[in-house]
């Protein structure tokens, strides 16, 4: 657990970057310090390892008082992880994950082996050991920054907004994978973003921060899109506020009702809707097939296929179910199980009605 | 005259030391002691000072007037310093103007040398060192283990830049009664025997240039492979996806090329 | 990594103490040689005084004298008086008219053989501007003029940092020598001087006695090297110049083999183009010299550069 009691910085100009901050970062879960520039969420959690001294306030780390043992210890029994990663050049990748056991003294051999495992555990082949940062890309690097951080296995883990310099793409399989990670290691981490969707998606709670360092709102994500405590929470937090809302509500049961198909390489039936759905040999939907466009009789090939509907699983949230519909070229949203199997297809009036069902179900 | 160049040289008689005349093998000798003195007190001073003030970032005024000494006139200070110095010293020996020498060879050598380790260390990416703090390493460590490391080739750099311009300029000895291949260009100069002059100015740069090359090797072999970029397989190109299936496959392929 | 750099450090620590080692060693080898007291001894002087004939060579034909070993030191200039007089060589050549010499008590050893040619001030002028006048005040100047005073002359501009103009006027003073009168009346005459200083305080001599005597006298101090100087001389933009017997004749006829004053003299005469001639040439002469500190030549019993050819 993380406790921030009373913490200030301030600095000799009088600039006050955090005021008084009164903050508990539960053990176990991930708190997103979110807000923009200026509010203090840096250095709030630069303050947590002492990268940046309190002017005044204590901050706990359990019942342990950050400010009594020299930094270099406290910090070594935290893990931190930076926007560009910051990975030592000079050494090898096994050996910068290495880097905090090292410093601790533990056996060489038995660092490196440990650093292997993390290395994996990332989601990097291990021939990545023995090269060095130079030779990977940036959301490879990353990996490694989050797997040296936990080379020491340290209850606590400091994340400066560790994925906002790679490509959108990396990122979401990045913001993937740490999710895997913590369900599977359970660290006390504090992460810093200005990305309102990236500190919904990863927080357990979410503390929005005001220009000036003060506390704006700390809840669970669903909470604070849902009842922004005030005008700026409300503004920082954005528009479609109540759409990104239905990413948290389960659709439970989806209602569909079969879809005709044709599978890839067969031919074209003749008759039927203007849209047809194609699927591959294990019944996955491929894309569809716009009937119009296709001589009688054609043979199913990929360059036919429309590929623009994004596809929801059964059991999944409300907003991928719409969204499934909406962005279907036939209106029609595909619905599939977790094996990827088709399932069905439903309609946006008919995930609507769920929505206001659930609304209703709130209100009432 | 390049005829009479390369007689000079390869005459045995110029490679041999008299009790009157001294030899260019002992020349040599010389020549290189006077240099190794002097870049071995430049490190000395230089290298820690360079250290210090690219790590804490404080009194980079000493900078500046280290880079402003590169600008003074070697023999007119040898000179001063031979008529202050050489008087305290008695008897058959050479310190009285070996001493000056040094002391010139070493302004020469200190700029370049305490620059370029401070502009090593200060060029050491904020995140690497931000990084390594945030590890839990002391003052210390992030300046030996992190900084040093990464600052090598800046050093190197300077280093060997330094080693150049001692190589070159010890050649002033040769003003002040020492030895060293400066002998034959300035006695070559004032008996006009200009094959002994010219063979002086070769072999100062035959020495700078074995010189600079037998540093070369160690830098190759102290630096790190992952700050030079001189790693085996170049994967940079490939940032394709991360997934684990796709790197296995960018290995197999490459293994196969 | 680490390992490395020590190994490093170690290699170039036994190179430096290596290196420095064997260096060093070769500045004290002296070999006893012939046992002459010369081959005892450490020379010092300027590189070209190592193959020049009247240099180390000269001193072998003409008195048999071989040093043990040659250290270049500079051309008769602070670095040769600094070894000779702190011990790093035993012998040097200074220019016999160093005002060093007299302040550290130098002995200069006699040349009775003169391996040095002579070099005695004469003052070369225009055959047309030598009237009877004029030739009485310069020959009068020349009469007073030794190597002893002209080196004092000299250590007063050096040392003191007194003007050649005022030195010279100091001269002309203390001998008498600027009394005024006629006897130069209705010549102009242009007076040079070479840019070092004993030449600039001779020129300052021949111009203010003239002046003295009534002669309008035009001053082109510091001109420069012989070359130069030496055309303006011959074609007469330049009509008195104070020159040295020795080199002067060297440099227009050099096969000339005079060395003794008298012979370098006549030969000069025989040499100068017939716009020119030599005046009287005083005793006074600013040539190389074999100069050794009190204390060895009292030690070795020097008084000639013959003595240093014997056993000692």
């Known amino acids: 657990m993380i406790r921030f ?69 406290l910090r070594r029994q935290i893990g931190y992880v930076i926007q560009h990663a910051g990975l030592f050049p000079h050494r090898t990748i ?53 797997a040296r951080a936990l080379a020491a296995d340290p209850p606590v883990m400091l994340m400066d907004e560790p994925f906002s310099a790679v490509d959108p793409v990396v990122r979401d399989q990045l913001q993937d994978e740490f999710l895997r990670l913590q369900g599977e290691l359970g660290k006390t981490i504090v992460f810093v973003t200005h990305d309102i969707d990236e500190a919904i998606k990863l927080g357990d709670q979410v503390a929005v921060l005001r220009v000036g360092g003060h506390l704006a709102q700390l809840a669970a994500p669903a909470e604070l899109l849902s009842r922004p405590v005030d005008a700026f929470v409300a503004g920082f937090v954005g528009r479609d506020r109540g759409y990104r809302a ?99 297809s439903t309609t946006a009036r008919e995930v609507l009605a769920l929505i206001e069902a659930q609304v209703e179900g709130a209100v009432t | 005259m390049i005829g009479d160049v390369f007689n000079w040289l390869t005459d045995p008689s110029h490679w041999t030391s008299t009790a009157f005349d001294t030899g260019i093998w002992d020349q040599l000798l010389a020549h290189i002691g006077f240099t190794l003195i002097a870049l071995a007190i430049s490190l000395v001073i230089a290298l820690p000072l360079g250290l210090w003030i690219g790590h804490t970032g404080k ?99 300077g280093f060997r830049s330094a080693t150049l311009q001692v190589i070159a300029t010890a050649t002033i000895a040769a003003y002040v009664t020492l030895g060293g291949l400066g002998r034959f260009i300035y006695d070559g100069l004032a008996q006009q025997d200009y094959p002994q002059m010219i063979s002086g100015g070769l072999l100062v740069a035959a020495l700078a240039l074995i010189a600079d090359l037998l540093l070369a090797l160690v830098q190759r072999y102290t630096v790190s492979r992952g700050i030079t970029g001189r790693t085996r397989r170049q994967d940079r190109g490939s940032r394709g996806p991360d997934s684990r299936t796709a790197v296995l496959t960018e290995e197999l392929v490459s293994e196969a090329t | 990594m680490k390992t490395k750099l020590v190994a490093l450090a170690a290699v170039a620590t036994a190179l430096t103490m290596g290196v420095s080692g064997c260096g060093s060693s070769s500045s004290s080898s002296g070999s006893k040689g012939d046992g002459t007291i010369a081959s005892q001894m450490i020379f010092g002087g300027p590189p070209e005084f190592k193959t020049r004939p009247d240099g180390i060579p000269g001193l072998k034909k003409n008195y048999d004298v071989s040093f043990g070993k040659y250290t270049v030191t500079d051309v008769g200039g ?84 007194a003007d050649p103009a005022d030195v010279a006027k100091g001269f002309l003073s203390d001998n008498g020598l600027d009394t005024t009168g006629t006897a130069a009346k209705g010549q102009s005459l242009t007076v040079g001087s070479a840019n070092f200083p004993e030449n600039v305080i001779l020129g300052e001599i021949y111009a203010q006695a003239l002046e003295a005597q009534g002669a309008t006298i035009s001053k082109k101090m510091n001109i420069g090297a012989r070359p130069k100087y030496w055309e303006s001389l011959k074609q007469g933009s330049i009509d008195l110049f104070p020159e040295y017997t020795g080199s002067i004749l060297v440099y227009i006829d050099k096969n000339s083999t005079a060395t003794s004053p008298d012979d370098v003299y006549a030969a000069l005469g025989k040499a100068l183009p017939s716009n020119l001639v030599a005046l009287d040439q005083a005793d006074a002469q600013d040539s190389d010299a074999i100069v050794v500190t009190k204390e060895t030549a009292d030690k070795f019993k020097l008084k000639t550069i013959a003595d240093l050819a014997k056993k000692g």
């Open chain 1, 94 to 146: 096994v050996d910068n994950i290495a880097t905090v056991p090292f410093l601790l003294g533990t056996d060489k051999k038995k660092a490196r082996a440990r650093a292997m495992e993390l290395l994996e555990r990332v989601g990097l082949d291990p021939a990545f050991a023995k090269r060095y940062p130079a030779q990977l890309s940036g959301g490879q690097q990353q990996r490694v920054g989050v």
């Open chain 1, 246 to 344: 239905l990413g948290f509500s389960s659709a439970g049961t989806i209602p569909t009702r079969d879809e005709p198909t044709v599978a890839m390489g067969e031919s074209l039936p003749t008759g039927g809707d203007e849209w047809l759905l194609a699927v591959d040999g294990s019944g996955a939907p491929q894309g569809w097939l716009h009937l119009t466009d296709e001589p009688h009789g054609a043979v199913v090939e990929d360059p036919m296929l429309y590929r623009g509907g994004t596809l929801a699983t059964q059991g999944g949230t409300l907003r991928s179910a719409l969204d499934a519909c909406l962005s279907s070229p036939s209106g029609r949203g595909v619905v599939i199980d977790e094996s990827g199997r088709l399932v069905g």
């Open chain 3, 78 to 161: 602070p670095v040769t008086v600094n070894a000779l007089k702190r011990g790093q060589v035993d012998a040097a050549d200074l220019f016999t008219t160093d005002p060093s010499i007299a302040a550290n008590d130098f002995v200069i050893l006699e040349d009775p053989k003169s391996n040095f040619a002579a070099q005695n001030v004469v003052p070369i002028i225009t055959k047309s501007k030598a009237t009877d006048g004029v030739k009485q005040v310069i020959n009068g100047i020349q009469g007073k003029l030794t190597t002893e005073v002209l080196g004092g002359l000299l250590g007063k501009v050096v040392n003191d940092k």
């Open chain 2, 59 to 157: 009194a980079t005024w000493i900078i500046s007037v280290a880079n402003a000494a590169r600008a003074l006139p070697t023999v007119g200070v040898l000179v001063l310093l031979v008529v202050i110095i050489a008087p305290h010293f008695y008897g058959r020996t050479n310190n009285g103007y070996l001493i000056p020498t040094e002391i010139v060879l070493v302004l020469l050598a200190v700029p370049p040398i305490l620059s370029n380790t401070y502009a090593g260390v200060q060029n050491v990416e904020p995140s690497v060192r931000d990084a390594a703090f945030g590890m839990g390493m002391t003052g210390p460590q992030v300046l030996f283990r992190v900084e040093l490391p990464n600052s090598l080739p800046l050093i190197f750099s």
């Open chain 1, 5 to 73: 009691d009373q913490a200030t910085k301030r600095y000799p100009d009088g600039t006050v970057a955090v005021d008084t901050l009164e903050l508990e970062a539960p053990s176990g879960k991930i708190t997103v310090l979110v807000g923009p520039s200026g509010c203090g969420k840096t250095t709030s959690l630069r303050m947590i390892n002492r990268m940046i001294e309190p002017t005044s306030g204590t901050i706990w780390l359990d019942d342990t008082d950050t400010a009594s043992m020299p930094a270099h210890e």
